[in-house]
């Protein structure tokens, strides 16, 4: 099988989607191609034109709906599945997916699967956890905790972590100075400059080159908070999990789909980051046992879930039935009855 693999540009450097490349190179040979759409100077229309000339069997695009739209009339209907993440397709509506009404999808998020689902679209939802590591690890900076600023622009950023840190009594804050456009690094620089002082120290790193060296950074640390308000998988957070880190997040998707509050990590409403739980020496214990074990039961099912991704990849024609009930239909007609019992009882 031919595959032709169409990938967001960071991921080429982040490697977050490395497991799912992995899949499709035992099942076909993959030619790769890498794009970014926050990039003015490198319009998509080189890699379209060279996609459009060439044929193969499966046409995979991890974010990159915006170039499979354009590559709907040069494909062969049903060969193309999308892979949109939440955090980067969520703004667009039924009307605009229904333009792949005739290909199919693959969802990590089950936000993402349902409005796939409410558009009328083929998606087959999954959650992909990486493999934990033999037990949990024993932090040297049990009261510290690591935050990437990869959105110094947005809601979380350090200033706001830091406060959260405050709030909870932490010592110690680390910053991973690498942000995902690289024009805000100056601003970025200068501000965190100035918060190296005060009720909570902050120490900051930059871009590592050796992917090992920021898991080590990292891995110092008992708390970690998630680096986005919403994810499209959420690799950096779960892999913390997978260390037995407690991972403070806001409530919203990916991670509130993978963390249970108080445990298996901490959610906190976006609008109010400083209304944090006060715990305990145990609840922290417990939390970070839940968090491992989370993860040490994930990865098992996704690891049994896999001969169903690679039948949706090849596209076989084998039926699945899937265990989630929040991604069926059997739940939306439960969740519309019990809609309706509750509107019965008010009138």
């Not at 050796?210 to 986005?228: G, N, V």
Request: hydrophobic share 40%; proline share 5%.
């Amino acid at each position: 099988m031919r595959i032709c693999f169409v990938g967001h540009a960071f991921h080429k450097l982040s490697r977050s989607h490395i497991f799912f490349l992995d899949i499709l190179k035992a099942l076909g040979s993959v030619e790769e191609y890498y794009h970014s759409p926050d990039d003015p100077r490198d319009p998509a229309d080189d890699i379209v034109a060279a996609i459009a000339a060439k044929r193969f069997d499966r046409y995979i695009f991890w974010q990159t709906e915006y170039i499979a739209s354009e590559l709907l009339c040069a494909t062969e209907v049903g060969r193309m599945i999308l892979i949109p993440m939440f955090d980067a397709a969520s703004h667009y509506d039924e009307t605009w997916w229904q333009r792949f009404q005739m290909h199919r999808f693959i969802a990590f998020s089950r936000a993402m699967h349902e409005t796939l689902q409410c558009a009328g679209l083929d998606s087959s939802y999954f959650q992909y956890f990486p493999e934990p590591a033999a037990e949990p690890i024993t932090f040297a900076e049990p009261e510290g905790a690591f935050f990437w600023e990869r959105r110094p622009m947005e809601r979380t950023n350090a200033s706001q972590v830091r406060a959260q840190c405050r709030a909870l009594g932490l010592t110690k804050l680390h910053v991973h100075a690498a942000p995902d456009r690289p024009h805000h690094r100056i601003a970025q620089s200068a501000r965190l400059a100035q918060m190296k002082d005060g009720a909570v120290p902050v120490s900051v790193s930059g871009w590592f080159d050796d992917r090992a060296a920021l898991d080590a950074c990292a891995s110092t640390f008992r708390f970690y908070f998630a680096p986005r308000t919403q994810e499209g998988i959420g690799a950096t957070f779960l892999e913390a999990m997978a260390r037995g880190q407690i991972v403070l997040a806001p409530d919203a998707p990916t991670m509130n789909e993978y963390i249970g509050h108080l445990s298996s990590g901490i959610l906190y409403d976006p609008d109010a980051p400083l209304s944090l739980p006060i715990l305990s020496k145990s609840d922290l214990d417990r939390i970070s046992t839940g968090a491992f074990q989370r993860v040490r039961l994930g990865h098992e099912r996704w690891l049994k879930d896999r001969e169903r991704l690679n039948s949706i990849i090849l596209d076989d024609r084998r039926r699945w039935s899937y265990s989630d009930s929040a991604a069926s239909f059997g739940n939306l007609l439960r969740r519309e009855a019990h809609e309706r019992a509750l509107r019965r009882s008010v009138d």
